[in-house]
């Protein structure tokens, strides 16, 4: 069997470890940077904008795939169904919340609504013609199902390479520190870290550090900046300095309104850091509460405040929650165990 995967930028770095690991168990597999092959309006690139097919059409051409994978909604997918080539799609986020909150924030003038409606009309073409959706976590694929009711899903449970988070110096944080690594880009997810307000105010002897970036990364600072416990750091290189980040801090937390299978928080567990994070989404099914860490209600200051200082006090507990962590994700996403799962799944769909 040969897949294609079609991947987006900023994922192509763990892209890479899945087609590696099919490869490895007998899958041919080829990754490729999707914009290189397909593009089109409303790209950032207007010069993308008249894009022919030659060049994917050429790259079919000679890898000959039996099906396609992609991990966005955009004009390689669509080219993809236009050749009649089996489409899976790889669901990272709720696409229809951060559709609902953009119309509203982000993407108000004109021409930015123009670009928003284009893309959804591209999502909504891929969704429709797929073969099947993979959503990233179970929660996501019980909100699939509610928007994309006639089409088959199956969840992608997306590996993390344990090998790559070690212990690293070089960094140095003032302790006690509470780590947050996240992206401010949708309100409807970022809004929630505005609860760290009244976090701030009442534990002023723990430092509290923010790194991530994004279009929203004012609004977050004109709240918060003004606490002198509050420190950002922006957006660190990765991996390797987001490894020296989580060697560094003392807890993790994940402070979203919405999230579906974030990353850095199975990073943070590889890194043996107790973690916490906002009930909400699919974050439940990426640590286990009460053993790796604390779920907390979303907008409660309070029990944000009450796991932070039982982790912060406790060192016993706090190293026993990461090791917990650690064995948590080394045993439920380790890419050799979700690769396997995959190809039985697309397997099935191509009989």
């Known amino acids: 069997m040969r897949l294609l995967i079609g991947g987006?930028?900023?994922?192509?770095v763990h892209l890479r470890q899945f087609s590696d690991t099919l490869n490895?168990?007998?899958?041919?597999?080829?990754?490729?940077?999707d914009s290189d092959y397909?593009?089109?309006?409303p790209s950032r690139k207007i010069s993308n904008w008249f894009q022919t097919t030659r060049k994917f059409n050429k790259l079919i051409d000679e890898f000959k795939p039996d099906a396609i994978f992609v991990d966005r909604q955009r004009h390689f997918g669509i080219n993809a169904l236009k050749a009649n080539i089996p489409l899976f799609v790889l669901l990272r986020g709720h696409y229809w919340s951060e559709f609902y909150w953009n119309k509203r924030t982000m993407y108000k003038p004109f021409h930015k609504r123009i670009a928003l409606w284009q893309w959804n009309k591209l999502a909504e073409e891929i969704f429709n013609g797929a073969t099947a959706i993979l959503p990233i976590c179970k929660y996501l694929e019980k909100i699939t199902n509610k928007f994309v009711p006639d089409k088959p899903t199956q969840v992608f449970f997306e590996g993390v390479d344990a090998?790559?988070?070690?212990?690293?110096?070089?960094?140095?944080?003032?302790?006690?520190c509470v780590g947050l690594l996240q992206r401010a880009s949708w309100w409807g997810k970022t809004s929630e870290m505005l609860v760290l307000k009244k976090v701030l105010e009442k534990m002023p002897n723990v430092n509290f550090y923010w790194a991530g970036d994004g279009p929203l990364r004012e609004r977050v600072l004109s709240e918060l900046d003004k606490y002198e416990n509050f420190h950002w750091v922006g957006e660190l290189q990765y991996p390797d300095k987001v490894r020296e980040y989580l060697s560094e801090i003392d807890v993790y937390a994940l402070i979203t309104g919405m999230d579906l299978a974030p990353l850095t928080l199975k990073e943070a567990q590889l890194m043996k850091k107790p973690v916490?994070?906002?009930d909400v989404g699919g974050n439940q099914e990426m640590m286990a509460d009460g053993q790796t860490g604390f779920l907390v209600k979303q907008g409660s200051h309070e029990q944000i405040i009450d796991k932070l200082s039982l982790l912060l006090a406790d060192k016993e507990l706090s190293k026993k929650m990461g090791n917990n962590g650690r064995k948590f994700i080394e045993d439920k996403?380790?890419?050799?165990?979700?690769?396997?799962?995959?190809?039985?799944?697309?397997?099935?769909?191509?009989k």
Not at 38 to 41: E, L, Q, S, T, V
Not at 333 to 350: A, D, M, P, R
């Open 8 to 12: 987006s930028s900023t994922f192509l």
């Open 24 to 33: 490895s168990l007998g899958i041919e597999s080829k990754l490729v940077f």
């Open 38 to 41: 397909a593009d089109g309006f």
């Open 163 to 176: 090998s790559r988070w070690y212990q690293a110096k070089g960094m140095t944080l003032k302790h006690p």
């Open 276 to 278: 916490i994070a906002t």
């Open 333 to 350: 996403f380790n890419w050799e165990f979700v690769t396997k799962n995959f190809i039985q799944t697309i397997e099935s769909y191509l």
